[in-house]
């Protein structure tokens, strides 16, 4: 009897050992596996696209950053009025680079033509000019006053011009002249409104 209880145990741990040892088999693989990502994952990381460093800078910036600053620069700086006053001017200078203009006036019965006045060497030419750059010399005199305000003016007849258009876009040209009164110099302007009314202005001149 003795044997068949021997027998019985012998295979009760046989049983035990068997399940002991496959359940530490399937312990193991499940460690094994448990830290592995998925295949799907895998490549899903692998074919991921790298960017550098300046591409996501690039990325990051507004489109239209560019345009902006160029529209901010485009409205800082402006331009003159478009006055046929502007290429009388340009032809005086031309003939006279080292002058000084001190007055322009308008024919008023022909709009193509003006008169102007332009220091040079400590004398004062007065000019007929047309729009289409023609310069003729009227007369030549002496004046001191016109000479001494040429000399001490430091603002041009083109910005004192563009000062005046900047404040009455819409006008029109009809004279300037520097002048001084009670030691201020100044530019004297006078445009013609664009309903017909008449403005006058003195920009400074120094």
Not at 78 to 88: E, F, L, M, P, R
Not at 123 to 135: A, I, N, P
Request: charged share 35%; aromatic share 4%; with cysteine.
């Amino acid at each position: 009897m003795s044997k068949h209880t021997n027998a019985r145990r012998s295979k009760l741990f046989a049983g035990i050992s068997s399940i002991a040892v496959l359940a530490l088999l399937t312990g193991c693989a499940a460690e094994d596996t448990s830290g592995e990502p998925p295949a799907d994952q895998e490549t899903d990381q692998s074919t991921e696209p790298t960017q550098s460093p300046e591409a996501s800078a690039n990325n990051d910036a507004s489109p239209t950053d560019g345009a902006d600053e160029q529209t901010s620069e485009s409205d800082e700086t402006g331009t003159a009025a478009d006055d046929s006053v502007y290429d009388i001017i340009d032809a005086v200078e031309s003939e006279y680079a080292d002058g000084f203009i001190v007055s322009i006036d308008r024919d008023d019965d022909n709009d193509t033509h003006y008169e102007v006045d332009v220091v040079v060497n400590n004398e004062v030419e007065e000019l007929d000019v047309t729009v289409d750059g023609t310069v003729s010399v009227d007369e030549r005199e002496q004046d001191d006053d016109d000479v001494a305000e040429a000399e001490a003016a430091t603002v041009t007849v083109v910005e004192a011009l563009d000062q005046a258009f900047e404040q009455h876009s819409e006008a029109s040209f009809d004279q300037i002249e520097l002048d001084e009164d009670d030691g201020t110099l100044h530019w004297d302007i006078d445009l013609d409104g664009s309903e017909g009314e008449e403005i006058e202005l003195e920009i400074a001149a120094n």
